[in-house]
């Protein structure tokens, strides 16, 4: 089993629509989680931190489900440039941030 | 406002070259890091270090090198580059449990 688990897609939705993304991670000793963002030939930016109460910055909503080890990423209201690959992340260690686990991307293209 | 730059966006050099890849930080950043990424193998970490002249392997370490003199700027040596070594190189900075800040990322073709 990988260490962090993401359906790649592509997801395509028309404007206005919700989608989710799932993220599964196989240590569960993890200490934090991170969705990040990578446009096309860009570098990845953080999206959103991921806290265990779950959090919302606007049309985005990232949860955190421990005993079944996995985050989720709800997108509202999407628009065309929220076209991109979402990146979930994990970080397995406690007190450092140095060696992070990437999943492979979850790719959303929404059309007009 | 935060900044993290490499040296070129794109490279190409023949097999046998000996490669250089800079990567400067200004935010006073402690951990630097050293990433490739290639289709359908998504980031995968090189090197990373966490003070001026430490360093650590990460996950693919072969054929890789790296100097860190100073704490703004983070270097990757390819000793001697191989057509397997062609893939976008990003570089990273952070401090602490903060977020990662990427550079722009280095195209590099090995031909």
């Known amino acids: 089993r990988k260490e962090v688990e993401q359906d790649p897609g592509p997801f395509n939705v028309p404007e206005g629509a919700t989608v989710a993304f799932n993220c599964t991670y196989s240590?569960?000793?993890?200490?934090?989680f991170f969705w990040y963002r990578q446009d096309c030939r860009k570098e990845p930016k953080l999206l959103m931190s991921v806290y265990s109460s779950g959090n919302e910055d606007g049309r985005f909503t990232a949860q955190l489900n421990r005993a079944s080890q996995y985050i989720s990423l709800l997108i509202r209201d999407s628009k065309l440039s929220d076209s991109a690959t979402y990146l979930c992340?994990?970080?397995?260690?406690?007190?450092?941030?140095?060696?992070?686990?990437w999943g492979l991307g979850t790719s959303l293209a929404v059309n007009p | 406002d935060v900044k993290v730059t490499q040296s070129s966006r794109y490279l190409v050099k023949r097999t046998g070259e000996k490669v250089f890849l800079e990567c400067v930080q200004d935010?006073?950043?402690?951990?630097m890091f050293w990433y490739r990424q290639d289709p359908g193998l998504g980031l995968r970490l090189i090197y990373f270090s966490y003070d001026v002249k430490m360093k650590e392997k990460g996950d693919i370490p072969e054929g890789y090198s790296v100097s860190r003199e100073k704490k703004e700027r983070f270097s990757l040596i390819l000793e001697s580059a191989s057509t397997n070594q062609t893939s976008m190189y990003l570089c990273?900075?952070?401090?602490?449990?903060?977020?990662?800040?990427f550079g722009p990322g280095t195209r590099l073709t090995v031909l």
């Open positions: 990273a900075s952070t401090r602490g449990l903060n977020e990662q800040f």
């Open positions: 240590n569960s000793a993890s200490q934090s």
């Open positions: 935010m006073d950043h402690e951990n």
């Open positions: 992340v994990v970080n397995p260690n406690a007190g450092n941030n140095r060696k992070l686990i």
